[in-house]
């Protein structure tokens, strides 16, 4: 294993994030995917449950003093015995039917309520001291249920900085030079030539390799966003933003888009594949405009994504200009909403943010 620092966080992390995705991959094919609705009743499925479970026992396996921060809580499952036997069901065969990554993730999980331990674990609080895993297994579920984009999300904080990051996109392309399309938030599923993995340590870039399975795919490659520098530049840009409404003001990207010159339709899709997308150069500018004054950014939502856009070249802050702050707790309470764009134009971008939202 290389001496590099977090070489072995990364190995973990890359792993833990495939495997997880083999399972959602299972269960979108299967079919079976066992809604039910959390209290913000956003859709919730057994591979959110069960990609989760695998990740944390891996990290326990590996790093058992570790802090967890992740979006999925056990208590749905201890009173559905039907549902908790569903995911158990997938965990247990998507960890035998991937040995090769057995001896570095841990043995399988030895049983359900296991399982609903090691869910459960993923309860910190987060905070500005030591070491704190943020984890979304299944970044994206309603464009994991329609067949659209997901990622699965994993990051090493490190007193409240990101120092490692890995997205696991099973349905973008692994052509790092694949333009981004106006269905790719749709029907995107992951036949041959998709599923990637973006990665990205502190300090030391960012790279994109294919999904795959068991070992890691030794095609890894370095990504960088793409070099915007001017007016021109920028009038051809491409900007992503979410597909649901209620998730970030599309009217006002809108507006900043037509203020930068940018003439072509922003691309609409969901989760973290938007910083993958752009961090490689297939998109340009991230755009979250929060539609609400009181809402807060989940830190899982965004600390890998920012770290490799970071590493790729990119600039990520708040609509203010500020870096986002994973040092407050579970909630990105010090900042308000996110914008990512190449460095040589991220303030470019930011003056159009604030003027159109009146900052």
């Given at each position: 294993m290389?001496?590099s620092?977090?070489?072995k966080?990364l190995?973990?992390?890359?792993l ?6 083999l399972?959602?991959?299972r269960v979108f ?6 809604t039910?609705?959390?209290?913000d009743?956003?859709?919730v499925?057994i591979?959110?449950?069960g ?15 570790d802090?967890i921060v992740a979006?999925?809580?056990?208590s ?9 036997d569903?995911?158990?069901a997938l965990?247990?065969v998507?960890a035998?039917s ?7 993730l841990?043995?399988?999980?030895p049983s359900?309520?296991a399982?609903?331990d090691?869910?459960?674990e993923?309860?910190?609080a987060?905070g500005?001291r030591g070491?704190?895993?943020a984890?979304?297994p ?6 994991f249920?329609?067949?659209?984009q997901?990622a ?7 007193d409240?900085?990101v ?5 696991g996109?099973?349905?973008l392309?692994?052509?790092d ?7 790719i938030g749709?029907?995107?599923t ?6 990637v993995i973006?990665s990205a340590v502190?300090?030391q ?6 999904l795959?399975a068991g070992?890691l ?5 370095p990504i960088s966003?793409?070099?915007l520098a001017?007016t021109?530049?920028?009038?051809a840009a491409s ?11 599309q009217s006002?990207a809108g507006?900043i888009a037509?203020?930068l010159?940018i003439?072509r ?5 969901d989760?973290?594949?938007k910083y993958?997308?752009?961090?490689r150069?297939a ?5 979250r405009?929060?539609t609400?004054k009181?809402y807060q950014?989940?830190i899982?939502?965004h600390?890998a994504?920012d770290?490799?856009?970071?590493e790729a070249?990119?600039q990520?802050t708040?609509t203010?200009g ?8 579970r ?8 914008i ?12 159009a943010v604030?003027e159109?939202l009146g900052?």
């Amino acid at each position: 294993m290389s001496s590099s620092p977090y070489a072995k966080e990364l190995l973990v992390a890359q792993l833990a994030v495939q495997r997880a995705a083999l399972l959602t991959k299972r269960v979108f094919h299967e079919k079976t995917k066992g809604t039910v609705s959390k209290d913000d009743a956003s859709p919730v499925t057994i591979g959110d449950f069960g990609a989760q479970a695998l990740i944390i026992s891996a990290l326990r396996a590996n790093f058992p003093s570790d802090e967890i921060v992740a979006e999925e809580e056990s208590s749905t499952l201890r009173t559905n015995p039907t549902l908790r036997d569903q995911i158990w069901a997938l965990v247990r065969v998507t960890a035998l039917s991937d040995p090769s990554a057995e001896a570095l993730l841990g043995g399988a999980i030895p049983s359900a309520d296991a399982m609903l331990d090691f869910i459960a674990e993923g309860n910190s609080a987060g905070g500005s001291r030591g070491r704190i895993w943020a984890i979304d297994p299944i970044d994206g579920t309603k464009g994991f249920l329609r067949g659209g984009q997901y990622a699965v999300c994993l990051a090493l904080m490190v007193d409240g900085d990101v120092k490692v990051g890995v997205l696991g996109c099973p349905n973008l392309p692994i052509d790092d030079a694949a333009p981004l399309t106006a269905d790719i938030g749709a029907n995107q599923t992951d036949d041959e030539g998709r599923g990637v993995i973006f990665s990205a340590v502190i300090d030391q870039g960012a790279t994109s390799r294919p999904l795959g399975a068991g070992a890691l795919s030794d095609q890894s490659k370095p990504i960088s966003m793409k070099p915007l520098a001017s007016t021109e530049d920028l009038a051809a840009a491409s900007v992503c933003e979410s597909v649901e409404a209620a998730h970030s003001d599309q009217s006002s990207a809108g507006q900043i888009a037509r203020k930068l010159g940018i003439t072509r339709p922003s691309v609409r899709m969901d989760s973290q594949a938007k910083y993958g997308s752009i961090a490689r150069g297939a998109g340009d500018i991230y755009l979250r405009l929060r539609t609400s004054k009181t809402y807060q950014e989940k830190i899982w939502d965004h600390a890998a994504g920012d770290l490799i856009v970071r590493e790729a070249g990119g600039q990520v802050t708040d609509t203010t200009g500020s870096r986002l702050d994973f040092s407050v707790g579970r909630t990105l309470a010090n900042n308000q909403g996110v914008i990512a764009a190449p460095k040589a134009v991220h303030g470019q971008v930011i003056r159009a943010v604030q003027e159109v939202l009146g900052l």
